[in-house]
């Protein structure tokens, strides 16, 4: 047998191997039911107030996590996670609490010191949306307890006339949570925010909006 051939066939058997060991340790943490692997059935993102031009708001993101010690064969109650918010670029950060810029997180979750894999696969789910280039990404990396609700809270400020929106999402090694979405239109006096897309802009249903006259 030729050299090229042993070396071909030898790492075929190293993949082989090393496939086996991640498929067993998976197969043997995860129970193999169809339940929900989404733990992140009860989140809300909310304003409290609508900033208008040069004004401030509190933004805060509540996860309430449920499932994950029913997802695990050894029922576990905990799960580290990745927090993200993203601020269209009429808006900005006056305060961002816990929250590091979203390269720093993305390198802390490909480190090579993770030997269950949690960080990097809630990473390649929250590399599926991207969000458009421009805007100010953030994230933070958090720990997930079954039945207890993680708050972030942040000061935003509105810095440009516009409708801009705030994007928000949690990962984990069970999955992604489905987008949360505020948008906030703003003038010079006035503004006003509601839940999910403007439906003046965008067609989808905007109800939930609030006014707040200055």
Not at 82 to 104: H, K, S, Y
Not at 125 to 147: D, S, W
């Amino acid at each position: 047998m030729k050299k090229e051939t042993k070396l071909i066939v030898a790492l075929a058997i190293v993949a082989t191997v090393v496939g086996g060991i991640v498929a067993g340790y998976l197969l043997g943490v995860f129970k193999t039911t169809e339940h929900s692997r989404l733990p992140f059935e009860n989140c809300k993102l909310t304003l409290s107030n609508a900033p208008a031009l040069n004004q401030t708001a509190t933004l805060t993101y509540t996860v309430t996590p449920v499932g994950i010690k029913s997802s695990y064969v050894d029922q576990r109650t905990s799960v580290p996670g990745i927090l993200r918010v993203v601020l269209e670029n009429g808006l900005e950060w006056v305060n961002d609490n816990i929250l590091e810029n979203w390269n720093v997180i993305e390198n802390i979750c490909m480190m090579d010191n993770d030997p269950e894999l949690k960080l990097r696969v809630a990473l390649e789910g929250m590399q599926f949306v991207q969000p458009p280039p421009g805007n100010i990404v953030k994230g933070a990396i958090i720990t997930l307890v079954e039945n207890v609700p993680f708050t972030f809270e942040g000061i935003v400020k509105s810095v440009r006339t516009g409708q801009w929106y705030i994007d928000a999402r949690v990962a984990s090694q069970l999955g992604m949570s489905s987008q949360l979405l505020i948008y906030v239109s703003v003038s010079e006096n006035s503004a006003e925010w509601g839940e999910g897309y403007n439906e003046n802009n965008t067609g989808y249903d905007g109800q939930g909006a609030h006014e707040a006259l200055m």
